[in-house]
């Protein structure tokens, strides 16, 4: 989900900011631990943070893991492909 955001700075300049989502998905195949660790090496999560995301994941099916602009989760999107799971930056 794509939200916009706009920050008044003190010259009363707008400036408006995309963020976007990134997205885990359920599957069968990764471990609770592979993707905690995920979560912690490629989103910065704490062990907590990974844990509540992965538990989300796993009961709903998907977790919004990380907002902010389009690049930056991009990038973070690749990672955790890299390592077999799902994602999308939505």
């Given at each position: 989900m794509t939200q916009t955001k706009e920050f008044v700075w003190?010259?009363?300049?707008i400036v408006t900011v995309e963020e976007h989502s990134l997205v885990v998905f359920n599957d069968d195949?990764?471990?609770?631990?592979?993707?905690?660790?995920?979560?912690?090496d490629?989103?910065?999560?704490t062990p907590e943070q990974a844990e509540q995301c992965t538990?989300?994941?796993h009961y709903?099916?998907?977790?919004?893991?990380?907002e902010g602009e389009f690049d930056m989760l991009k990038a973070?999107?690749?990672a955790i492909c890299d390592r077999g799971i799902s994602a999308e930056v939505l």
């Amino acid at each position: 989900m794509t939200q916009t955001k706009e920050f008044v700075w003190e010259d009363e300049e707008i400036v408006t900011v995309e963020e976007h989502s990134l997205v885990v998905f359920n599957d069968d195949f990764n471990t609770f631990e592979h993707v905690i660790q995920t979560l912690i090496d490629v989103c910065n999560h704490t062990p907590e943070q990974a844990e509540q995301c992965t538990l989300l994941i796993h009961y709903k099916g998907k977790c919004t893991v990380k907002e902010g602009e389009f690049d930056m989760l991009k990038a973070m999107r690749n990672a955790i492909c890299d390592r077999g799971i799902s994602a999308e930056v939505l």
